[in-house]
Nanobody, 119 residues
Framework: QVQLVESGGGSVHAGGSLRLSCAVS????????MGWYRQAPGKQREMVAT???????DYADSLKGRFTISRDNTKSTIYLQMNSLKPEDTAVYYC?????????????WGQGTQVTVSL
């Protein structure tokens, strides 16, 4: 079975920073495109950022310039550096493969990690 374990969330004031981590096990990580997603209460899950196997990145338009996604294939881990955080960034953050949505891959959703940004 595949496991995705997110960590690094917490509570910060507006303007602060956090670095999230997602460890992947049970799958050959280096062949997977990966991404970060978030879901706030009462809202749909949305894409935050993605990164391909060769390091090409994509970001939600509203987050460009503040968030940075990266990966370390030796550790089977992806990261999300979050700077200049705003209250509207408050959500549970999850990692997964973009292929999950098309059915190309089947990675179970992890527990996510809570990010709370206060004024």
């Amino acid at each position: 079975q595949v496991q995705l374990v997110e960590s690094g969330g917490g509570s910060v004031h507006a303007g602060g920073s956090l670095r999230l981590s997602c460890a992947v096990s049970g799958k050959r990580f280096s062949i997977l495109d990966m991404g970060w997603y978030r879901q706030a209460p009462g809202k749909q899950r949305e894409m935050v950022a993605t990164i391909t196997t060769d390091g090409t990145t994509d970001y939600a338009d509203s987050l460009k310039g503040r968030f940075t996604i990266s990966r370390d294939n030796t550790k089977s881990t992806i990261y999300l550096q979050m700077n200049s955080l705003k209250p509207e960034d408050t959500a549970v953050y999850y990692c997964n493969a973009p292929g999950q949505f098309s059915g190309y891959v089947n990675l179970p959703w992890g527990q996510g990690t809570q990010v709370t940004v206060s004024l």
